[in-house]
Structures are given as C-alpha cells and as structure tokens.
C-alpha cells in the first residue's frame, strides 16, 4: 500500500538553525515525491519536487530509495518559513493518474 | 493570475443539515480532486475526478458525501445529512493530467462546522 509517513506533528527551532523535516514513504515501485507548503492564511502550494532537484527559498530534499525517506531540509530557519508542511508521494509514475498521497504534516515553528 | 476558486469559505450548520461545497477548477485544467484535512488526519483524498468522470471515490463515506462535476467548470461535493464528525476545511485541487510535474492548484478551501 501506498503510505506517506512524517514522524513530527510539530517541529520547533530557533531562528538561524538548521531544520530537517522528515519524511517516509512506503511505495514498491518508483515514487515520485513531493513537499508541499501552506503557510498562514494562505492555500497550500507546491513547494518543490524530487524530479527537479532545486532548492527553493533555500530548501532541498533528496530522495533516498535505500530508506525510503524524503527528508525536507534548510540550513538556516527563517521565521517567514512558519508554516505547515506537507510531504507528498505521487506512486503511479508516468501511469494513468496523477493522484498524490499526503502525509498528515508537519507545523514548522521557527522562532525569533 | 488563474487561481482554484472553493465557495463557501465558511459554512456552519447543523446536524443532520444537508451542506454542499462548490469548486471551479482552473480553466483548461482536466483534474479535479477533493481533500479533507483534519488536525489529527491530515490531508485526506476524498474523491478524484479526470475529464469530469469520477476515477476515485474511495476515500469518500458514501452513504452520505457525494461527488460531482456537472461540468468542466464546476465540481460539487455534497454531504447529506452532514454530522459533527464532518466538522473540518474541505480543499478542492485542479491539475492537468499530461503536464511533466504533475502540480496540483489548491483553492482555499471551505471550512466546515456541523454543530
């Protein structure tokens, strides 16, 4: 079954610190990934994806097929990164259907 | 500046009240899908729609939600008798099937309280 896991209901960090969001997934066949943002009062928005490999107001995430995992990762937390995160698994690669599977998100909290 | 459109916002009734949800997709776009997010289930898909046939509906109660698209511009999601339970913000997102990064727009979505 098609399963996207993020441990951390709530992430706190202090701002200037690395934050790390976390992200697993379960998918047999070749996933494709994604992060998507909704910051306050706003709609949710796609932040980025696995298959671009670009890092968007300074955040990567690597796909890693040998634990399953698609972390969400920045250096240094601002405070205009608050906002909720969603990790997001798209199982049906060049198939007949772009449904996505969400996790149930991360608040990110980045304190002054 | 297309944008996914969702009426009402805000929508309280009560129970046993029948509630329905409007979505006018992004013009041109061929996917429509409806969420439910909750604190403790996060984003939930409900129903998924491609060139207005229903494709995917199992996350939905069936006995009492419905989905529709009675056409390209408009999705409907009824619930009918809503219940507390229902009590969350139902987000509705147009994408278009064939584009490489498979993107979904999100509309702002309703908020819903059953009392």
């Known amino acids: 079954a098609q399963r996207v896991t993020q441990p951390e209901k709530l992430l706190s960090v202090f701002k200037g610190a690395p934050v790390e969001l976390k992200c697993n997934y379960s998918?047999?066949?070749?996933?494709?990934l994604f992060w998507y943002v909704q910051y306050s009062r706003q709609r949710l928005q796609l932040l980025l994806r696995h298959i671009s490999r670009e890092s968007i107001k300074g955040f990567t995430a690597d796909l890693n097929k040998g634990e399953t995992s698609f972390h969400l990762k920045k250096p240094f937390a601002q405070e205009e990164d608050s906002a909720m995160y969603y990790c997001a698994l798209r199982g049906d690669y060049g198939g007949a259907t772009n449904k996505l599977i969400f996790g149930t998100g991360t608040l990110l909290a980045v304190q002054p | 500046d297309a944008r996914v459109t969702q009426t009402p916002r805000h929508k309280v009734t009560e129970m046993g009240q029948e509630v329905t949800m409007r979505c006018q997709p992004i013009l041109g776009h061929n996917t429509v899908f409806w969420y439910r997010q909750t604190m403790m289930q996060g984003l939930e898909l409900l129903a998924y729609?491609?060139?207005?046939?229903?494709?995917?509906d199992s996350g939905m109660p069936k006995d009492r939600f419905s989905a529709e698209m009675p056409d390209a511009t408009l999705a409907t999601l009824k619930i009918q008798p809503s219940e507390p339970r229902d009590s969350a913000v139902y987000f509705c997102a147009s994408g278009f099937r064939r584009e490489v990064n498979n993107e979904q727009f999100f509309g702002p979505g309703t908020r819903l309280t059953v009392l």
């Open positions: 998918y047999s066949g070749s996933p494709e």
């Open positions: 729609f491609r060139n207005r046939a229903p494709l995917d």
